[in-house]
């Protein structure tokens, strides 16, 4: 079946233009997650929804970043005003439920590049 | 301070043995563990979740969690070349957000 997809993979951005990451988690996945990786380091956690509510954007480093997920699948991860620190690569992950046991399914991540 | 601390390594170890990666956390009510494997260039994928304390095995994997000692380890038996690759170690309190260590890169050399 299919797995979680991202778009586009890959993203080379001036410094101060915006832009949009999609991410579409597998099908009836109730939990999706956002994370920033940067090379050497593991998922750094963002924003977080369940279904369509954001329950924690702790994450997000300044308020140039905005997430949605209007319907409860797709979801967008929004920069504003790029900057060469927001180069990174961008992960999506998916889980079937809410809670304890969140074994996430990732999507093959956003290489964003920021010039 | 990082949550969850791995070692980033590199691990070497010899195709066929045993290769051990650890992990600690210094959340002491956290509950749920989780090993993801990383290929150069690729996401994470999930390989193990452990819950309770204890040893749990599949195939040549093995996770063993310690909640007292606050560290959570995976054994991988007879090792392949396939098997190189980081591999992050999760920690989730309760129903919060998993918090990822740096990773372990692990290369298995024939």
């Known amino acids: 079946g299919a797995g979680v997809s991202q778009s586009p993979r890959y993203k080379v951005a001036k410094r101060g233009q915006d832009v949009a990451l999609r991410c579409d988690p597998i099908?009836?996945?109730?939990?999706l997650f956002w994370y920033q990786q940067a090379l050497g380091q593991g998922p750094e956690f963002l924003t977080y929804?369940?279904?369509?509510?954001?329950?924690?954007k702790s994450g997000l480093p300044s308020d140039r970043f905005f997430a949605e997920r209007p319907e409860g699948s797709v979801s967008t991860l929004k920069i504003q005003r790029t900057q060469q620190e927001d180069s990174a690569v961008y992960l999506c992950?998916?889980?079937?439920?809410?809670?304890?046991?969140?074994?996430?399914?990732f999507g093959p991540g956003t290489r964003l590049t920021v010039l | 301070q990082k949550e969850v601390e791995q070692n980033s390594g590199p691990l070497s170890v010899p195709e066929g043995a045993i290769a051990s990666l650890n992990c600690t956390y210094s959340?002491?009510?956290?509950?749920?563990f989780f090993w993801y494997r990383q290929y150069s260039g690729k996401s994470p994928e999930l390989i193990m979740s452990i819950y309770s304390n204890g040893d749990k095995e599949d195939g040549r994997f093995t996770a063993q969690l310690n909640k007292a000692s606050q560290y959570v380890s995976l054994l991988i038996r007879d090792s392949q070349p396939s098997d190189s690759a980081t591999y992050l170690c999760?920690?989730?309190?309760?129903?919060?957000?998993?918090?990822f260590g740096r990773g372990t890169s692990l290369i298995v050399h024939p």
């Open positions: 099908s009836g996945h109730v939990s």
């Open positions: 929804f369940q279904n369509e509510a954001q329950l924690d």
């Open positions: 959340d002491r009510v956290s509950q749920s």
């Open positions: 992950a998916s889980s079937p439920l809410a809670g304890e046991y969140n074994e996430q399914f």
């Open positions: 999760a920690a989730q309190v309760g129903s919060y957000i998993p918090t």
